[in-house]
């Protein structure tokens, strides 16, 4: 299983970002998949995730109607889209697969992209 995210970046605040992640090794939709990121001094938060039976999206409160999931299964790829950001969006942010959503972060995941939100 290999997960490689792209598309992080230097944004102003209320700016827009949209986080790619190539996944091999595995077909995307035999896993739920998503998001987690990481701020400097701070703990792991999980961010975003699409399950694998259905097909549900779930987002952190603190995410909630800025970041929209997607999943393409035919390019076996993950995007996030990132709209009014906020300087406390900065992280490092790394895609994940996993059995199910409670479970991301705990089983796959690849090099993170950093973001960072600053004027």
């Known amino acids: 299983v290999q997960l490689q995210a792209s598309g992080g970046g230097l944004v102003q605040p209320g700016g827009s970002l949209r986080l790619s992640c190539a996944a091999s090794?595995?077909?995307?939709?035999?896993?739920?998949i998503g998001w987690f990121r990481q701020a400097p001094g701070k703990e792991r938060e999980g961010v975003s995730c699409?399950?694998?039976?259905?097909?549900?999206?779930y987002y952190a409160d603190s995410v909630k109607g800025r970041f929209t999931i997607s999943r393409d299964n035919a390019k076996n790829t993950l995007s996030l889209r990132m709209n009014s950001l906020k300087p406390e969006d900065t992280a490092v942010y790394y895609c994940?697969?996993?059995?199910?959503?409670?479970?991301?972060?705990?089983?796959?995941w690849g090099q993170g992209t950093l973001v960072t939100v600053s004027s």
């Open positions: 090794g595995f077909t995307l939709d035999d896993y739920a």
């Open positions: 699409i399950s694998s039976s259905d097909g549900s999206t």
């Open positions: 994940a697969a996993a059995p199910d959503c409670r479970r991301i972060g705990d089983d796959y």
